[in-house]
């Protein structure tokens, strides 16, 4: 058995725009990182961890996704409520956690997710 893991690199196709419910989060596994998929109400998609920053649950696909009162789209964490900038990750809520947060395109009506780092 090997103990090795797999690296997933480039941008990986999980599925059609369509397959997605506005406003609700969906997860994708890509190598073996869970991945939570956003469709806002503008089509523009969005990528994080799964992983909630402060508890380590993956749990951050169940948040409640929202934007600032400046348009910025946000994604609020289901235990602990802190708020994440959807596009940068970063805590809007005053919490020193960072949400990783995954680059997404759309091609062909297909959504392509790049992990970061």
């Known amino acids: 058995m090997s103990t090795e893991t797999a690296i997933v690199q480039g941008p990986v196709d999980i599925c059609a725009v369509t397959d997605l419910e506005r406003d609700w989060g969906e ?14 109400q503008d089509d523009t998609v969005y990528a994080c961890d799964h992983t909630d920053p402060h508890s ?8 409640i996704v929202g934007e ?8 609020a964490s289901p235990l602990y ?3 994440y900038d959807l596009r940068s990750g970063a805590c809007v809520s005053g919490a020193e956690f960072t949400l990783p947060v995954h680059k997404v395109t759309v091609e062909n009506d297909r959504v392509l997710v790049e992990l970061s780092a």
Request: no cysteine; net charge positive; proline share 3%.
């Open 68 to 75: 600032t009162v400046d348009g910025v789209p946000t994604l």
């Open 81 to 83: 409520k802190e708020i």
């Open 56 to 63: 380590g649950a993956l749990v951050m696909a169940r948040g």
């Open 27 to 40: 997860v994708a596994l890509i190598g073996e990182r869970q991945v939570a998929v956003f469709r806002m």
